[in-house]
C-alpha cells in the first residue's frame, strides 16, 4: 500500500470531522499523542499496518487516507447517501457524479459534514445542560448560601427582641456566608468563562484563537524575522487549532502581526522604549507611526522587557476581536462587556485618542491606565460609512490622588447599583 506524502494530513482532516481527540485517536492506534502529531504534520511517514489501524479507528478505508481527495469525496458522498433517501439506483452513480461535478459533489459533501458538526454540537449543550455536575453543583451551593442569608437575615430583622449573644452569632453566620456566596460565585462564573479549556467545552473557532494566542504569549519570534513562509511555520507546528475557521483567525491575526513587525521591528521599538519609555503617545511620535500599530506591538512584548501589558480589541459592532487580559481587569467574552470602558466611548469619536484612569468593581480589581484609540479598516468609499476598529492598551496605573473612573465588566456580574449604562440586572444584587 503506497502511503502519500500528505497522508497525515488527511487523517487530522478526518480526525477533526468526526469530532475525536487527538489523544483517542492515539490510544485507539495503540501509539502515542506525540507521534500522531508528528504523523498528522507529515514530519513521520507510516507503514501499512499502522495505516490500517488508523483508518479502522477513523471509521474509513484505508484509501481514503492514502489515495487522495476522489476516493475521500466518494467516501463522504456514501456517507451522505447512507443517512438520506437516495434510490439504490442513484447511490450506484455516486462515482459517476463525483467524477462529472466535483465542485457540486464537494458542496453536497461539506453541507453533510456541516450538519454533523451541528447537531453534534447541540447534543453536547443539551447533554451539558443538563448533566454537567459541576454547574449543577455550583449552582446549587449559591442557592444554599443565599437561602441561608436570606434566613439569617430575616430572624434578625423580625425579632427584635433578640439577646445579643444570639445576635452577634447571626451576624458571623451571615459574614461567613457571604464569604462562602462570593467564593461560590466567582468559581460559577469562572467555571462558565473558561469552559473553553475544559473538556466539557463546547469550542469555537475564537475560543481556540485565545488559547492559540494564550499559550504563544501573544509573541511569535519566528515572524518578527520577516521570514518567507514564517506563517504557515507557525500554523504548522501548532497543535491548539482544530478548527478550520480557527486557522483562518490565526493566519489574519499572523498576517497583521507580520506587517506590523515589519513596520516596526522590536529592535527599534525596545530602542524606543529606551528613550521616551512606556508611554504610547510619546513611542507613536518618536517612531513616526500611528497609536493602533504601537499598541499591538507593546502587547507582543515579553513581560521582562515592559512590564504586563493588556490589550483588547473590538469590531464597530462592539464585539470583542482579541483580549490580552491584565492582572487587576477582567475581560470576559461570553457575557459581553462594560459599555463604559474606554474601547466603546472611541468608537463614537473616531480618530479622537482617549486616556482614562479606571477601576472594575471587584476585590481583584486595580486602577488601570486604559488608553483608547480607532483605526479605519479598508479604503474609503463614496457613500459608504468607514469600517472602524477600536484598541484598548490597558498599563498598571502608577499611585495617584485622582480618583478613577469607575467601570464593570459585564452587567450581569456587575454589583455597582444605579449605573447609567446598565442593560439587564446583575445576578449579585436583588434580582439574584
Not at 46 to 52: A, D, H, Q, V
Not at 260 to 283: H, I, K
Not at 361 to 374: E, H, I, K, M
Amino acid at each position: 500500500m503506497v502511503e502519500s506524502a500528505v497522508t497525515g494530513t488527511r487523517i487530522r482532516e478526518r480526525r477533526v470531522q468526526r469530532g475525536i481527540k487527538q489523544t483517542e485517536l492515539a490510544a485507539m492506534a495503540e501509539i502515542s499523542p506525540s507521534y500522531l502529531n508528528l504523523i498528522e504534520h507529515n514530519r513521520r511517514r507510516i507503514g501499512g499496518t499502522l495505516l490500517l489501524r488508523l483508518a479502522r479507528a477513523l471509521g474509513v478505508e484505508p484509501q481514503v487516507l492514502s489515495q487522495g481527495a476522489e476516493v475521500a469525496l466518494i467516501s463522504g458522498l456514501h456517507e451522505a447517501a447512507r443517512d438520506g433517501s437516495a434510490a439504490a439506483a442513484e447511490r450506484d452513480r455516486l462515482e459517476e457524479f463525483a467524477g462529472r461535478f466535483p465542485g457540486w459533489a464537494q458542496t453536497l459533501v461539506d453541507a453533510y459534514r456541516h450538519g454533523e458538526e451541528m447537531e453534534r454540537m447541540v447534543q453536547a449543550l443539551t447533554d451539558r445542560l443538563a448533566h454537567d455536575p459541576h454547574l449543577a453543583e455550583s449552582i446549587h451551593e449559591v442557592l444554599s448560601v443565599v437561602a441561608a442569608i436570606r434566613s439569617a437575615a430575616s430572624i434578625l430583622v423580625e425579632t427584635p427582641g433578640l439577646e445579643q449573644k444570639w445576635r452577634d452569632r447571626f451576624h458571623r453566620n451571615i459574614n461567613e456566608d457571604s464569604k462562602r456566596l462570593a467564593d461560590g460565585a466567582n468559581s460559577l462564573v469562572w467555571y462558565l468563562d473558561a469552559t473553553p479549556g475544559s473538556e466539557a467545552d463546547i469550542r469555537s473557532p475564537q475560543d481556540e484563537l485565545d488559547q492559540f494566542l494564550s499559550e504563544n504569549h501573544f509573541g511569535f519570534a519566528a515572524l518578527e524575522a520577516d521570514g518567507v513562509g514564517g506563517i504557515d511555520a507557525v500554523l504548522e507546528a501548532d497543535t491548539l487549532l482544530s478548527l478550520p475557521a480557527a486557522r483562518e483567525l490565526a493566519r489574519t491575526f499572523l498576517e497583521q502581526y507580520q506587517r506590523d513587525a515589519t513596520r516596526l521591528p522590536r529592535s527599534r521599538l525596545e530602542q524606543a522604549l529606551g528613550r521616551v519609555g512606556l508611554d504610547p503617545v510619546a513611542l507613536a511620535e518618536d517612531v513616526q507611526l500611528d497609536l493602533p500599530c504601537v499598541f499591538r506591538r507593546l502587547a507582543s512584548l515579553p513581560e521582562d522587557v515592559a512590564g504586563p501589558i493588556g490589550l483588547v480589541i473590538c469590531d464597530g459592532s462592539g464585539a470583542i476581536l482579541t483580549r490580552k487580559p491584565l492582572d487587576g481587569f477582567a475581560v470576559l467574552r461570553p457575557s459581553g462587556a462594560c459599555p463604559l470602558w474606554p474601547i466603546y466611548r472611541v468608537l463614537t469619536q473616531p480618530g479622537v485618542p482617549l486616556r482614562m484612569r479606571v477601576l472594575q468593581s471587584g476585590r481583584d480589581a486595580r486602577p488601570v491606565t486604559a488608553l483608547a484609540a480607532t483605526e479605519q479598516i479598508g479604503p474609503v468609499r463614496f457613500n459608504e460609512p468607514p469600517l472602524v476598529r477600536a484598541y484598548m492598551l490597558l498599563l498598571p496605573a502608577p499611585q495617584s490622588e485622582e480618583p478613577p473612573s469607575p467601570v464593570g465588566t459585564s452587567c450581569r456580574i456587575c454589583p455597582r447599583p444605579n449605573c447609567v449604562a446598565r442593560r439587564e440586572p446583575s445576578v449579585i444584587q436583588d434580582g439574584f
